[in-house]
């Protein structure tokens, strides 16, 4: 069974960083791209980052790009998040994801499988 | 940027046919996939590939894309199918994913 764990939510001011992390399990994790998806509770669905299976290739929604670095680690079945500069308008739960079919690019492929998902709240 | 239009609701009675659709203009060269989302859970894949659906998604899902318009089709929608319905696809680069803005189907 496909298992996501994330972890690293937090209540911070604007302009700080913060680390999400996502340990995965129950799946060959190094075979499969990766997502970072978040949601304004209430609201809409929100994809912010993904990663291939080999890091070869990443992508960012416009709104995160340049603030946003995602990166994983294969031997310790884990996907990170890093956000630096973070604005009031990045309060979310934000996700992680697993795509569908194996060594595929970020594009390539959607999530087929999902975290519960990890608190960020952005406030003064 | 990039975006796929949804209406935000819909409404249809139990047994009856609904369809939810998601219009963008890179749709005619990029798979589209449909979630759904219950509240206070994790969005379930319940067509992918345009028209595929996953183990255990019922029959009574399809989906088509055609043109700049992609549909989710219930042929006999249920109360249990109330939830809010994703599109989701890439732009045309095919490395930017975006999802619709999410269509709250009420079965009543």
């Known amino acids: 069974e496909v298992q996501l764990v994330e972890s690293g939510g937090d209540l911070l001011q604007p302009g700080r960083s913060l680390r999400l992390s996502c340990v995965a399990s129950?799946?060959?994790?190094?075979?499969?791209?990766m997502h970072w998806v978040r949601q304004v509770p209430g609201k809409g669905l929100e994809w912010v980052s993904g990663?291939?299976?080999?890091?070869?290739?990443?992508g960012y929604a416009d709104s995160v790009k340049g603030r946003f670095t995602i990166s994983r680690d294969n031997a310790k079945n884990s996907l990170y998040l890093q956000m630096d500069n973070l604005r009031p308008e990045d309060t979310a739960l934000y996700s992680c994801a697993k795509a569908m079919r194996e060594r595929s690019t970020v594009g390539a492929t959607a999530p087929d499988s999902w975290g519960q998902g990890t608190l960020v709240t952005v406030s003064s | 940027s990039y975006e796929l239009t949804q209406p935000p609701s819909v409404s249809v009675s139990p047994g009856q046919a609904a369809r939810i659709t998601c219009s963008g203009d890179?749709?005619?060269?990029?798979?589209v996939y449909w979630y759904q989302q219950k509240s206070g859970q994790a969005p379930v894949l319940v067509i992918f590939?345009?028209?595929k659906r996953p183990p255990g998604i019922p029959e009574r899902f399809s989906a088509s894309n055609s043109g700049t318009m992609a549909t989710l089709t219930f042929s006999g929608a249920q109360v249990e199918d109330e939830a809010v319905y994703y599109c989701f696809s890439t732009d045309h680069s095919g490395n930017l994913w975006v999802f619709g803005g999410g269509t709250k189907l009420t079965v009543l």
């Open positions: 129950g799946f060959a994790f190094d075979d499969y791209a």
């Open positions: 590939e345009d028209t």
């Open positions: 890179a749709l005619p060269k990029m798979f």
């Open positions: 990663i291939s299976w080999n890091s070869g290739s990443i």
